[in-house]
């Protein structure tokens, strides 16, 4: 039974074997890699926005400190420098350094300029606007009062920064002779106006601060005055020239914040101060901020790469398993080992197949009559106890040739065996369940539920073989019949037995008759 199902199974898949088996597996494989790929897509994605939030979070960091750096600290050394020096200063002071006279201001400027990085050059003017600058120059004459850097209206303690302007003199080391000046009107104790004191803002040595940083990103630091002109930057040939395009400034309305620059495809991060009017700007190239994740990523790439390899050859290697269990599995069930047969499924297949035909052939002798070609009094004994135990109704008839042991003495056994053929030809093309019950006895299960239907049907086998013209002369073959019927709680005795009485009744009422139901 087993085998049976096992060859009907492969024979089965080995006619579909190029359609649904390689199209299961396909679905199979793509539907086991569905997950894969969504944790795959997850995974890259989270990633990415991964790498963009640590960048910005990294770059805004950077611009503030950068800021905090280049442009907080040294304004806030400035402010304790200029307060710690203005908080002793009178007008005599001031009138004293200005005078030909030597004060202690003589001293004290000199050092602040010579000692601090911030300042190229300081000038003290008093309130009439006579001034002296230190170091000395030979600058033209001017007025300090029409100096953009002299503060209009300022604030005691305030530190007002100008925006870059064109210096006078020309040998100041800034390109293009520009200048940034950072002033502070001075009040006496009174609060009355005695003088001012400027300083030119040594933007070299304050770019100087953010030159030896190894910035994240490759990031470019630039600290940018409103108008656009370059004042802190590493290269500091640069200075003064116009580095950033004005729409940048345009979009930096916040205090601090960042933007994506299409046209020059950069990220630009900025800081914004009003006092002096500086921007700084950290700046990204695009393909700098890809490069640095492209790592991470392509590590991700080959580790995905080399488990989707590893997938493939394990469902390679479980396919291959699979049909060598299977094969040994029928090869051990049947005695037989791998190395005999060879570890194909074909060879199981066809060794299956052959068995199952064989199988087919002995069952089918087993069940027919050799003579007659009907059903034998073995099957019949199965069906008929089947039939009567599921309790379905039927009809059933005994027939027997009359005088057979006659025809048998006149006209030999083999005539008598071409009788019997005969009539168990014409007996099987009119009914389908007929069995040879033994020697020249037929029987006849009828399962239809039409008594009158069943009459007929045995009448015209009677008249056939009535009418039958035989080769051999005077011979005549005619049989009795017997008929009976199931009824609910009939046994097979019972039945068997009605139609047997049946049969002996039309054997003593002169044969070639049918005695059906009273
Ligand atoms: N040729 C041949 N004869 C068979 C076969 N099976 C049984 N017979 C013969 O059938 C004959 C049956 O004869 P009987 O049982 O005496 O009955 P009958 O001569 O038919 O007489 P009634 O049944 O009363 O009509 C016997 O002679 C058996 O040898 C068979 O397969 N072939």
Redesign the pocket.
């Known amino acids: 039974m087993f085998s049976v199902l096992f060859i009907t199974c492969m024979e089965h898949c080995s006619q579909v074997k190029n359609t649904i088996s390689h199209k299961s597996i396909c679905v199979l494989t793509a539907c086991t890699f569905i997950p894969f790929f969504i944790m795959f897509l997850y995974t890259f994605i989270a990633m990415d926005i991964r790498h963009k939030d640590d960048f910005i979070e990294t770059m805004t960091r950077f611009n503030d400190n950068s800021a905090r750096n280049a442009i907080e600290r040294p304004i806030q050394e400035m402010q304790l420098l200029l307060h710690s020096l203005l908080g002793q200063l009178t007008s005599k002071d001031i009138e004293g350094y200005i005078s030909p006279s030597h004060t202690e201001l003589n001293s004290i400027i000199p050092s602040i300029v010579n000692s601090t990085t911030f300042f190229e050059a300081v000038i003290l003017s008093d309130k009439e606007g006579n001034y002296t600058i230190y170091p000395e120059n030979h600058a033209e004459k001017f007025n300090v009062k029409e100096r953009p850097w002299y503060p209009v209206s300022a604030r005691k303690d305030e530190i007002r920064f100008s925006v870059p302007y064109k210096a006078i003199d020309k040998t100041s080391k800034y390109n293009n002779g520009m200048a940034v000046t950072a002033s502070m009107n001075i009040f006496n104790d009174h609060s009355e106006f005695v003088g001012n004191i400027a300083f030119d803002l040594d933007l070299h040595n304050l770019s100087a601060l953010i030159k030896n940083n190894h910035p994240p990103y490759h990031a470019r630091f630039k600290v940018v005055s409103y108008d656009g002109n370059l004042l802190m930057y590493s290269n500091t040939k640069e200075l003064f020239k116009r580095a950033i395009p004005q729409a940048w400034i345009e979009r930096a309305k916040e205090s601090e914040g960042h933007f994506f620059d299409v046209a020059t495809k950069s990220y630009v991060f900025y800081r914004v101060y009003d006092n002096p009017e500086w921007i700084a700007f950290s700046i990204v190239n695009e393909a700098n901020f890809k490069k640095h994740g492209s790592a991470e990523k392509y590590f991700f790439f080959l580790t995905s790469l080399a488990c989707l390899i590893f997938y493939l050859v394990l469902l390679f290697i479980i396919k291959l398993y699979f049909k060598q269990a299977i094969t040994a599995l029928y090869l051990n069930i049947n005695g037989l080992s791998i190395d005999e047969k060879g570890d194909s499924i074909k060879t199981v297949s066809e060794s299956l197949r052959e068995n199952s035909k064989k199988l087919e052939i002995a069952i089918h002798d087993a069940e027919t009559d050799g003579?007659t070609n009907l059903f034998t009094r073995k099957k019949f004994d199965a069906d008929f106890y089947d039939l009567v135990s599921a309790k379905n109704s039927f009809y059933f008839a005994i027939i027997?040739?009359?005088?057979?042991?006659?025809?048998?003495?006149t006209f030999g056994?083999?005539?008598?065996?071409v009788?019997?053929t005969y009539l168990s030809k014409v007996g099987s093309d009119i009914f389908s369940n007929i069995y040879r019950f033994?020697?020249?006895e037929l029987v006849v299960i009828y399962p239809e539920n039409n008594y009158e239907k069943f009459y007929t049907l045995l009448d015209i086998w009677r008249k056939t073989l009535e009418q039958k013209q035989w080769r051999e002369e005077g011979l005549n073959v005619t049989f009795?019949c017997g008929v009976s019927a199931w009824h609910e709680g009939s046994t097979t005795d019972e039945i068997l037995k009605k139609a047997d009485i049946r049969l002996y009744q039309a054997?003593n009422s002169g044969?070639n008759c049918i005695v059906g139901l009273e």
């Open positions: 003579l027997d040739v009359d005088n057979f042991k006659t025809v048998n003495d056994h083999n005539t008598g065996d009788v019997l033994g020697g020249e009795s054997k044969k």
